[in-house]
T-cell receptor, first 115, second 111 residues
């Protein structure tokens, strides 16, 4: 069974704190993604990684950074958390396309509240 | 630029009624389209994909390249279909894959 896990379901942090969100997949997928999910805005891509140590900015990378040291793990870092980063964060993974497009598998999400 | 629009934030239908969730996209190349669904307290999961041309849980979706649409349809809605539905567009970047999601439509099936 396909599995994408995220380190926390709920997280409460204070403004200015450094926040780490961890994502692990056990499917040997090359691609991993971080999204934030907000009502009325859908899913917005923060960062994307297509291989170990490789990353690409998504649509809303400001205030975030990522790390991919191992194929199975993709970390999202909020260098200095702000209240406007309060959101649901979703991690996803997919195989690299090989003639047809592969679906994404999602983690359960981390609801982050910044106070 | 790639974009996905879903004009309805909320769609309410009665059980047994037909349902259509609209999705339009903008992309100059050949896209791959998906519908994802999120049931209450569950993770986002794939419902169906354009390339498979399959029917999942009674839902179908047809890609209309002329109208750049990928509407999701079901002839008889069930209460368990109540969920958040996202249309997504995928494009090949060569070294990876890019996904763009629409804002989502919440479907509420009333008894």
């Amino acid at each position: 069974d396909v599995k994408v896990t995220q380190s926390s379901r709920y997280l409460v942090k204070r403004t200015g704190e450094k926040v780490f969100l961890e994502c692990v997949q056990d499917m040997d997928h090359e691609n991993m993604f971080w999204y934030r999910q907000d009502p009325g805005l859908g899913l917005r891509l923060i960062y994307f990684s297509y291989d170990v140590k490789m990353k690409e900015k998504g649509d809303i990378p400001e205030g975030y950074s990522v790390s991919r040291e191992k194929k199975e793990r993709f970390s999202l870092i909020l260098e200095s958390a702000s209240t406007n980063q309060t959101s649901m964060y979703l991690c996803a993974s997919s195989l690299r396309p090989s003639g047809f497009f592969n679906e994404q598998y999602f983690g359960p999400g981390t609801r982050l509240t910044v106070t | 630029a790639q974009r996905v629009t879903q004009p309805e934030k909320l769609l309410s239908v009665f059980k047994g009624a037909p349902v259509e969730l609209k999705c339009n996209y903008s992309y100059s190349g050949s896209p791959e389209l998906f519908w994802y669904v999120q049931y209450s307290r569950q993770r986002l999961q794939l419902l169906l994909r354009h390339i498979s041309r399959e029917s999942i849980k009674g839902f179908t979706a047809d890609l209309n390249k002329g109208e750049t649409s990928f509407h999701l349809k079901k002839p008889f809605a069930q209460e368990e279909d109540s969920a958040m539905y996202y249309c997504a567009l995928s494009t090949d970047k060569g070294y990876g894959q890019n996904f763009v999601f629409g804002p989502g439509t919440r479907l509420s099936v009333l008894p």
